[in-house]
């Protein structure tokens, strides 16, 4: 008898653990973009850049290409890898290993020796990675 009682009892209270904690996605959502500063560590003048996934957009508007109000530091948006340019069309170049910087929802300083890419991003694309 009381191993039919217990066997009840979870089968009950099986039920309403399932029902309690249901289960269902993030319901989060990730803004394909970037913020880009002028100056590095991440202060000067900004731009936030919020856009569609998979869309070359061209940054030589706000910061121009090797002139020190270019882009110095940047943040891609939470979720996103992005991919960024030294030209207007997001085209790669020569193909060598640094004609472009990808980005992964970091912060980088592109002053700093490491990256090399002080003052030169013109373009970026993203596509979501982790929302």
């Not at 991919?83 to 640094?98: F, K, L, R, S």
Request: charged share 10%; hydrophobic share 35%; proline share 5%.
């Amino acid at each position: 008898m009381k191993a039919q009682q217990l066997m009840t009892f979870l089968g009950m209270a099986s039920s309403a653990v399932a029902t309690a904690l249901p289960s269902q996605r993030s319901t989060s959502t990730c803004t394909a973009g970037l913020t880009a500063w002028s100056d590095a560590n991440f202060v000067g003048k900004s731009h936030q850049y919020n856009v569609a996934w998979d869309t070359c957009i061209s940054m030589a508007g706000e910061f121009p290409y090797n002139q020190p109000a270019g882009v110095s530091s940047v943040k891609a948006n939470a979720g996103n890898s992005c991919v960024m340019y030294p030209n207007t069309d997001c085209n790669p170049g020569q193909g060598n290993a640094n004609d472009t910087l990808d980005l992964i929802g970091s912060y980088y300083d592109l002053a700093g020796s490491e990256e090399n890419w002080d003052n030169l991003p013109q373009s970026f694309s993203c596509q979501e990675y982790n929302c």
